[in-house]
């Protein structure tokens, strides 16, 4: 009889789950089948397909923050490379395009690509590059928005700079921390805790800090040709697209199972394309008089190399942790960039830089400390 009753009850409770209902130990082992199987209706199935996405075996650990770790070295070393560049260069010597620079930096990713594809494939290079080229101009389609918005954003940081002061424009920009953040949750379904957002907010406001401690102020006479509204409109319009990009290139990585090599290759032919024509529209004139190699040096072509490499080590990181955790890696490397530069260049560190550096150092602190997570306490039988 007291079996039958519990039975009846659990019918009656009718919301998928027996807690709180005690079986008869005769029937212990049917009640454990029914406790499994109603529990498994009430478990949130979104949380279930997040553990299977996320890869916590030591190798994935390995690259993930060994990529963190090399793109913040790859971004100072570039930063101060691309300084020498700049300064080094003997007067009778003309200085190298930077749209040309550009350009053999996406010819060379695409270089390595194909030989990390043709040496993973076994010689079988244009084999895979025509199945996942030529025969998938969908795939090429999507891997091209990332291009194109890359593109649109350098235009608008032209414009912004145009019509901005440069400390106005470097806060304003910083706001593509925040936007990369949203774009995930959009995007990905990526949640923050609190505890994140308060870290994200840190950043954005000590990277701001630190580079409006290191720009100069523009003159008056600079000021009356500006537009502020248009200036603000693009540089918001820039931060947006730089989290919506980056996200999207995200996506993309991880919702296939498409190499990691083959992906660059279908955004980096876009790449290529979009690079050549804008040294033939903006610096057609300059490679006429002085050549498309005009200046270039061994140091020019470090700082070609070096870029692109860091191009494959932002795929990497991309791939392997994520957009949010790459905006910390970069804001980082701003901060050691300008020590470093306080070390061996002119630059020196004012008061609003250390409280900006600050800043940055205490909100990757912050972020990085692994989230508390309260156990549910199981319901034992009486």
């Known amino acids: 009889m007291m079996k039958e009753e519990t039975n009846e009850l659990e019918l009656v409770s009718g919301d998928g789950s027996t807690e709180g209902f005690i079986p008869d130990k005769s029937d212990?082992?049917?009640?454990?089948?029914?406790?499994?199987?109603?529990?498994?209706?009430?478990r949130d199935p979104t949380k279930r397909r997040a553990k299977k996405k996320v890869d916590e075996s030591p190798t994935a650990v390995l690259i993930k923050y060994g990529a963190l770790f090399l793109l913040v070295a790859q971004m100072v070393g570039l930063v101060l490379l691309m300084r020498y560049s700049r300064t080094s260069q003997p007067k009778d010597q003309p200085l190298y395009l930077a749209s040309t620079a550009v350009f053999m930096m996406e010819v060379?990713?695409?270089?390595?690509?194909?030989?990390?594809?043709?040496?993973?494939?076994?010689?079988?290079?244009?084999s895979e590059l025509n199945v996942h080229v030529l025969q998938s101009p969908v795939e090429m389609a999507k891997l091209?928005?990332?291009?194109?918005?890359?593109?649109?954003?350098n235009n608008l940081l032209y414009l912004a700079l145009t019509n901005l002061d440069a400390a106005t424009y470097q806060?304003?920009?910083q706001l593509k921390?925040?936007?990369?953040?949203?774009?995930?949750?959009?995007l990905l379904q990526r949640k923050f805790s609190p505890k994140k957002w308060a870290a994200l907010i840190l950043l954005t406001v000590g990277v701001s800090?630190?580079?409006?401690?290191?720009?100069?102020?523009?003159?008056?006479?600079?000021?009356?040709?500006?537009?502020?509204?248009?200036?603000?409109?693009?540089?918001?319009?820039?931060?947006?697209?730089?989290?919506?990009?980056?996200?999207?290139?995200?996506?993309?990585?991880?919702?296939s199972q498409t190499s990691l090599?083959?992906?660059?290759?279908?955004?980096?032919?876009?790449?290529?394309?979009?690079?050549?024509?804008?040294?033939?529209?903006?610096?057609?004139?300059?490679?006429?008089?002085?050549?498309?190699f005009g200046g270039y040096s061994s140091i020019v072509w470090t700082v070609v190399t070096v870029q692109a490499v860091g191009g494959?080590?932002?795929?990497?990181?991309?791939?392997?942790?994520?957009?949010?955790?790459?905006?910390?890696?970069?804001?980082?490397?701003?901060?050691?960039?300008?020590?470093?530069?306080?070390?061996?260049?002119d630059f020196h560190a004012s008061f609003a830089f250390i409280v900006g550096a600050g800043l940055v150092v205490l909100a990757t602190v912050l972020y990085s400390q692994p989230e508390k997570k309260l156990r549910r306490k199981p319901i034992l039988p009486t």
């Open 108 to 126: 060379m990713k695409l270089g390595i690509c194909c030989c990390v594809i043709a040496y993973q494939s076994g010689g079988q290079l244009m």
């Open 28 to 42: 212990l082992g049917g009640a454990k089948k029914r406790v499994r199987k109603t529990d498994l209706k009430t």
């Open 312 to 345: 494959l080590i932002v795929a990497v990181v991309v791939k392997y942790a994520d957009n949010v955790l790459k905006v910390f890696a970069t804001s980082f490397s701003i901060v050691v960039s300008c020590v470093l530069s306080a070390i061996f260049f």
């Open 261 to 292: 090599w083959l992906r660059n290759v279908q955004m980096g032919l876009p790449s290529v394309i979009i690079a050549l024509l804008t040294v033939f529209v903006k610096d057609s004139a300059a490679v006429a008089s002085q050549g498309f």
């Open 171 to 173: 806060v304003c920009y």
């Open 144 to 153: 091209s928005v990332p291009s194109f918005l890359y593109t649109v954003q």
């Open 209 to 255: 800090i630190v580079q409006v401690s290191g720009s100069r102020d523009q003159s008056k006479s600079d000021s009356e040709k500006q537009s502020q509204f248009i200036g603000l409109v693009a540089v918001l319009c820039a931060a947006c697209t730089s989290g919506f990009s980056g996200v999207y290139f995200e996506k993309i990585l991880k919702g």
């Open 177 to 186: 921390i925040l936007t990369t953040a949203v774009f995930s949750m959009v």
